[in-house]
């Protein structure tokens, strides 16, 4: 009895507002009249059965959110990322290096974030780019390791994300990332909590509806990091991983935790095709 009730909670939470309409089916996202994103495409072929096309978070925003992303000056996330601007020429550490001193200027960067999470060969391991950023930081500069999703670091990883935008996500899911892609893949599709609900049964069963005030949409991460406006910060991927589990109400991983690495690897790949557009801005 307890389990059909808790089923019956979850089911009717999913189909209240079943048949609302997108915002915009239509809409396309060009940003400072220049930079063309690609917010619909067909699916990656590893989404065959589950989803015939992918589309952006930012289809599924009301036009005044959608107007904010599509000029910097509105987007409240280029703050950040200005104050990453200014950290990438930053000396830190014991070597007195900045970013720039290796990398040349965050323009150089243009390609990098499309990539991530990826395999690092000489680590031996999975990275995300605020992991990458971090090996950096400790191996090359002599500094601190920034905290994931700290705002240092989520400023960072827009300010590399803004030097990419309309460029495709291209995340990797073979090679020696295939069994992380996969423990990645099985936490989609596995139920949580109480509410016993999975990512699938909100982002890929029911994007689209509405579920109390929220519009659902298939939850891709391309826009990642994004400015929720009503958390009024920037929100990195793992975070919002965190934030959903949580709300299944479920025990639930940290930032930076193995499972939410290979989680954030499947949810990129699920992308693969739409343009980076982050710093994105999201409700």
């Known amino acids: 009895m307890r389990q059909q009730l808790l089923t019956g909670i979850a089911a009717f939470a999913l189909a209240f507002g079943t048949g609302a309409a997108l915002a915009d089916e239509e809409a396309e996202l060009v940003i400072n009249g220049e930079i063309e994103i690609v917010t619909k495409t067909a699916a990656p072929a590893h989404l065959d059965g589950a989803l015939e096309e992918i589309m952006s978070g930012w289809r599924f925003r009301s036009d005044e959110t959608q107007a904010m992303q ?29 970013c720039m001193d290796c990398h040349g200027a965050p323009e150089d960067m243009a390609g990098v974030k499309p990539t991530y999470p990826k395999w690092n060969e000489a680590a031996g391991e999975l990275r995300t780019i605020q992991m990458q950023v971090n090996d950096c930081r400790v191996n090359r500069m002599g500094a601190e390791a920034e905290k ?17 935008r309309g460029m495709p996500m ?53 826009g990642f990091p994004t400015y929720r406006l009503g958390d009024a910060k920037l929100i990195g991927a793992q975070t919002r991983f965190k ?41």
């Open 243 to 283: 934030g959903c589990i949580r709300d299944t109400r479920a025990e639930t991983f940290d930032p930076g935790a193995p499972e939410f690495i290979a989680l954030e690897l499947y949810v990129a790949s699920r992308g693969n095709g739409l343009s980076v557009e982050g710093p994105a801005v999201r409700n």
């Open 70 to 98: 599509a000029d910097d000056f509105d987007n409240p996330a280029m703050l950040m990322v200005e104050d990453a601007m200014v950290a990438w020429e930053t000396a830190a550490g014991t070597e007195g290096k900045s």
């Open 148 to 164: 994931v999703d700290s705002t240092a670091a989520l400023a960072m990883e827009a300010l590399l994300s803004s030097v990419s």
């Open 170 to 222: 291209n995340v990797a899911i073979d090679g020696p990332v295939a069994d992380a892609w996969q423990q990645g893949h099985d936490m989609y599709y596995t139920r949580y909590g109480q509410l016993e609900l999975s990512c699938a049964n909100c982002h890929e069963q029911n994007y689209g509806n509405m579920i109390r005030a929220d519009h659902l949409s298939q939850g891709q991460v391309n």
